[in-house]
């Protein structure tokens, strides 16, 4: 595995400038564990497999390369595995609409059988798809579509009907983690798992006895998937953001996996949300913190930012009297004048009730107040807090000169150093 992804970028530059087929497997524009190990290995399988291999078989992790660093449980499980991040092609690299024009595309999907509008002329391109979720549309190509509790379920099952020997450990670890990862640690309880799941990780644990302990790998994901430590402040603030607005300004919400004292004394806070709100249009931002105990207990707390102080009094004034639900806000110290800190006794309450105390709030203003979709791609689905919906960016038409050139030119290009 980890010697097919290093090949891929060079692949697609060799099958682009002979014109030869590249077949794109991608996942969801979440991007989360599951889209991302699905893609890897089902492209690692079909390129394992096909014969004669006239494709380039590319995995593309659908969302830009800025923004994989918000993916921790990605970023730890590949690392562990050794596959490394220089080596994956993002959406951002790699030209669909361009290669789909000059006739050049064939496309799997994973995790997702339904491709946004913008995304409407790759149709065409599709020959096969895996996915797990209820069927929205009969794809009108070959298709897998199962209710199990993980994608990687169906490509485990599409592997081990394939010749012995093509999976090795890595893949086998990868789909191992995400699996267990997707069930809640084939959990009965959290209602997620199923028969098909336990049969993969059975079999998958039966070819590599070597790997981990169930609750290992689930309580390392778990852990990965909330630790913030290596990103910035504005990584964080927009790994789980939501935003509601008005007629007269837009309001942003963010979930952060870290206590709220530690992130106010974050250095340069106050630039850093300046910055973020100015870059964004948001007249202010309220950050709700969550962290776990052993026993995976919430706590919570929030902050609410605003240099315009008649707005943040009023959101405070608004969350504190909530009746429904009560917060139960206790105000904490703050070392900024411009952000009021609270710890929050109702931790049942997650961002998904407090939206509509905020709605109606922006309402009160006079306007007519609405959830507003976020510009960038969506975050990793992690709880209670993301409910997001993926967007996607329009390609503008080529000439199919410009096409070949252009995909030629991208295939080509490296990834950005992440440490510069």
């Known amino acids: 595995m980890e010697r097919f992804v290093e090949g891929r970028r060079a692949a697609l530059q060799e099958h682009v400038r002979c014109r030869q087929e590249v077949h794109v497997v991608m996942g969801n524009e979440a991007c989360d564990l599951d889209s991302a190990v699905s893609a890897l290995a089902l492209a690692y399988f079909l390129a394992k497999t096909s014969s004669p291999p006239k494709a380039a078989f590319i995995p593309v992790l659908n969302i830009p390369r ?19 991040e220089t080596a994956l092609i993002f959406r951002d690299e790699i030209d669909l609409a361009g290669l789909h024009q000059a006739g050049l595309l064939s496309l799997t999907l994973v995790d997702h059988h339904v491709l946004p509008s913008t995304d409407a002329a790759l149709e065409e391109a599709v020959v096969d798809v895996l996915d797990h979720r209820p069927l929205e549309r009969v794809p009108s190509c070959q ?4 209710l199990v509790g993980s994608c990687a379920t169906l490509v485990t099952e599409r592997i081990a009907q394939g010749p012995p020997g093509v999976l090795d450990r890595v893949t086998a670890a990868l789909l191992h983690g995400t699996i267990l990862l997707d069930s809640v640690n084939l959990s009965p309880a959290a209602g997620k798992v199923t028969p098909r799941d336990v049969a993969c990780i059975s079999l998958l644990e039966s070819r590599f006895p070597e790997l981990p302990a169930h609750n290992t790998i689930y309580e390392a994901l778990q852990a990965a998937k909330f630790d913030v430590s290596e990103l910035t402040t504005e990584q964080m603030l927009r790994k789980d953001l939501k935003t ?20 106010l004394h974050r250095p340069n806070l106050l630039q850093d949300l300046e910055a973020f709100c100015q870059a964004r249009g948001y007249a202010g931002l309220v950050a709700m913190t969550v962290s776990f105990n052993e026993r995976y207990e919430p706590t919570r707390q929030l902050a609410v930012y605003s240099q315009r102080e008649a707005l943040r009094s009023m959101v405070c004034q608004v969350l504190e009297e909530a009746t429904a639900p009560s ?3 206790q105000p904490l110290p703050s070392p900024w004048s411009c952000v009021s800190a609270y710890a929050q006794g109702n931790a049942l309450a997650s961002r998904k009730k407090v939206l509509p105390i905020l709605r109606a709030a922006l309402g009160g203003l006079g306007a007519t107040a609405g959830l507003e979709e976020d510009t960038a791609p969506p975050p990793t689905p992690m709880n209670s807090l993301v409910d997001e919906s993926p967007l996607a960016q329009a390609v503008p038409p080529l000439c199919p000169q410009a096409v070949l050139e252009r995909v030629s030119r991208m295939a080509a290009e490296q990834p950005p150093d992440p440490d510069k």
């Not at 800025?66 to 490394?84: H, K, M, N, V, Y």
């Not at 298709?143 to 199962?146: L, R, S």
């Open 66 to 84: 800025s923004d994989f660093a918000l993916r921790t449980e990605t970023t730890f499980l590949l690392r562990e595995q050794g596959i490394a």
């Open 143 to 146: 298709f897998t579509v199962e």
């Open 244 to 263: 509601l607005s008005n007629d007269e300004l837009v309001l942003a919400i963010s979930g952060i996996y870290i206590d709220l004292e530690t992130f």
């Open 327 to 329: 917060l139960h806000l």
